[in-house]
Nanobody
C-alpha cells in the first residue's frame, strides 16, 4: 500500500521559512515522482512543485507562484521528500499535501497525475 505522511507545517510570520517533509512507504521512492500541492479554504488544490524519481534524473518542476522561494529535494535513503519554503507570505496559508506518481519522465503539476494523498499539514502565515 502506497502511503505518504506530510509533516513540518506550522505558524510563521511573513518572510519566515518552513521545511515540509513527505515521508513515504510502500513503494521505492527512486522510481516515483513526488508532487507537493496546497489547498486554501474555498479554493482548488494547486500544484506547487514536483521531483521525478532519482532513477529518472530527479528533475524538478515549480509553479510560477513559488519559483525562487520554494525548493524541493529528495533523500531516497530516508524515503523522504522535502519542500523548503522561504519568504512566506499570507497567500501561502493553506493545507499542504504530497502524493506519488509513477510518471517516469519529467513530472507535471496536474493533480490527476497523482494518487494516494496524505492527510496534509497546515501552514499559516500571519503577523
Amino acid at each position: 500500500q502506497l502511503q505518504v505522511v506530510e509533516s513540518g507545517g506550522g505558524s510563521v510570520q511573513p518572510g519566515g521559512s518552513l521545511r515540509l517533509s513527505c515521508t513515504t512507504s510502500g513503494f521505492t521512492l527512486d522510481y516515483y515522482a513526488i508532487g507537493w500541492f496546497r489547498q486554501a479554504p474555498g479554493k482548488e488544490r494547486e500544484g506547487l512543485s514536483c521531483i521525478s524519481g532519482s532513477r529518472y534524473g530527479s528533475v524538478t518542476n515549480y509553479a510560477d507562484a513559488v519559483k525562487g522561494r520554494f525548493t524541493i529535494s529528495a533523500d531516497d535513503a530516508k524515503n523522504t521528500v522535502y519542500l523548503q519554503m522561504n519568504n512566506l507570505n499570507p497567500e501561502d496559508t493553506a493545507i499542504y499535501y504530497c502524493a506519488p506518481s509513477p510518471i517516469q519522465e519529467a513530472c507535471g503539476l496536474r493533480r490527476s497525475l497523482y494518487d494516494y494523498w496524505g492527510q496534509g499539514t497546515q501552514v499559516t502565515v500571519s503577523s
